[in-house]
């Protein structure tokens, strides 16, 4: 049966004083609408609708961005959970099969949970995702009978003896289409809080004489975040867990604390990375390579057998083949360097491509940009690149070239050249003497006189 993926995201998030909408807020790298998306996509969902009110356009070009075909539907005034559910009706007006509601603040719903609700949807007419809470606090409180889940009553409707319930709503709900709108059309706001409230499709379901029941997951997978000291606490989860899958699937981290993975971080079996390494998003990290300590990497593909670090910098765009080194203080963004090629000291590489096996030396640096447009530099196989050459880009180094040090290319080198480009030395015998006694006598003087 097909699913449809309802995301609410429409609340201000008043307790993370910003600007931005709290869905926006990052947890490793991404936006918690995009973490929620991310889970919701685990049941391939037709179609996704995406429930946003405070800072509608920002939340709606980030969706959107994340997944061309989502929805995102306005819910002008929050009136309750009920009503913005509601307000997905009509994008899902000819939609057929299920409705998963998802809250965009709670960003770790697994795929495991979300299959276990789904399986318990062939007995149940609703499912409800719930958890045992350390501190039931504010949330909703399941009344279950058996395994029947016969209402869900609010913190702030409840009898003590409701609240001594410790089974709690996660906020998270599944049934057909058509039973989740049917229900919320009755919903009314005669309640504590004067809101239409999601969770009183339950108690109308069973008064139907439909089924519902209650799928528990664990509390951690339940975390929202309302305030940024949630968000470090997501991030923190998120980072633990991360750390964990690295280790049971074969990489080394000699210091896992000190590691921080984004949310889409690939790194293949056998790789050892040592303490102090950040990678942002969109990086892969093939088996058996090796990422020493401090170093930043995002947007980068890292190639089995590749040394990177420490101290190196990969941004957007670096694509390292098999056994490339990338040594301490280089930056490489948007450039490929071929097999076996080595950049090990002290460099900038950007919007270049670099041939196999080519030696880059010691304080190059591509000269990518005019001030105006970027330029490309591109050299070839075997080259050695003498220290301190300047690339002034658009310029090619063929295959088996070298360009003198402290070089200033700013013209193609051919296959086999070698390029000098300096003034040639002068030695003036003795001069040297001369102008330390002259700079000493000077200084002696200047003491003399502030005396
Ligand atoms: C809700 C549940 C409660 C549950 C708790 C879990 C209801 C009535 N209560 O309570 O049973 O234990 O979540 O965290 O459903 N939102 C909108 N539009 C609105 C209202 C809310 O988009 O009009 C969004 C919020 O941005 C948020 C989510 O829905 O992402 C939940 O809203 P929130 O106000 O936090 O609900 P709670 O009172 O915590
Ligand atoms: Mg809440």
New binding site residues.
């Given amino acids: 049966m097909s699913t449809n993926l309802i995301i609410?995201?429409?609340?201000?998030?008043t307790r993370m004083h910003s600007d931005m909408p709290?869905?926006l807020h990052k947890v490793a790298g991404a936006p918690l609408l995009i973490h929620a998306m991310k889970a919701g996509a685990a049941l391939d969902p037709a179609h996704t609708v995406i429930?946003?009110?405070?800072g509608f356009d920002a939340v709606s070009a980030a969706a959107i961005d994340f997944d061309e075909d989502a929805q995102v539907v306005l819910?002008a005034?929050?009136?309750?959970?009920?009503?913005?559910v509601l307000?997905a009706q009509e994008a899902l007006a000819g939609a057929t099969g299920d409705a998963l509601v998802l809250?965009?603040?709670?960003p770790f719903i697994s795929q495991q949970t979300l299959e276990a609700m789904n399986a318990a949807r062939a007995e149940f007419d609703v499912v409800v995702l719930g958890f045992e809470a350390a501190d039931a606090g504010?949330?909703?409180?399941l009344v279950m009978e058996g395994e029947n889940l016969e209402r869900?009553v609010?913190?702030k409707d409840a009898s003590d003896e409701e609240r001594s319930i410790t089974f709690?709503?996660?906020?998270v709900i599944l049934s057909s289409n058509k039973h989740m709108f049917g229900l919320l059309e009755q919903v009314t706001n005669d309640n504590a809080?004067g809101?239409?409230?999601?969770?009183?499709i339950i108690g109308l379901a069973r008064k139907a004489g439909l089924s519902a029941t209650a799928v528990a997951c664990d509390e951690a997978e339940?975390m929202?975040v309302?305030s940024r000291a949630d968000l470090a606490a997501a991030e923190a989860a998120f980072q633990s867990r991360a750390r964990i899958e690295a280790l049971e699937s074969g990489v080394t981290l000699t210091a896992p604390e000190t590691v921080f993975f984004a949310h889409d971080t690939y790194i293949g079996a056998d790789t050892i990375i040592e303490p102090n390494v950040v990678f942002g998003p969109e990086v892969t990290v093939e088996n058996g390579a090796h990422i020493r300590a401090f170093t930043h990497i995002e947007g980068a593909h890292v190639s089995r057998g590749a040394i990177v670090g420490p101290y190196a910098r990969l941004r957007p765009g670096a694509e390292l083949s098999e056994n490339v080194h990338v040594g301490n203080f280089v930056e490489i963004k948007n450039a490929t360097l071929a097999e076996g090629a080595k950049a090990n000291h002290l460099t900038y590489i950007g919007d270049a491509s670099i041939g196999a096996d080519t030696n880059i030396g010691a304080g190059t640096i591509t000269c990518n940009y005019d001030g105006v447009f970027k330029h490309h530099t591109e050299i070839g196989a075997r080259a050695f690149i003498g220290s301190n050459t300047m690339l002034i880009a658009p310029v090619t180094v063929g295959n088996e070239a070298m360009t003198a040090t402290a070089a200033v290319i700013n013209t193609d080198v051919p296959d086999g050249a070698l390029a000098i480009s300096r003034t040639p030395q002068v030695n003036k015998p003795n001069l040297a003497v001369k102008l330390f006694d002259k700079l000493r006598a000077k200084k002696k003087k200047q003491q003399e006189e502030s005396k």
């Fill in positions: 609410l995201a429409a609340g201000k998030g709290k869905v429930v946003a009110g405070h819910q005034e929050q009136n309750g959970t009920g009503h913005a307000c809250y965009g603040d709670t504010r949330y909703g409180r869900i609010e913190f709690c709503n996660s906020g809080s809101e239409y409230y999601l969770t009183d339940t929202g309302n």
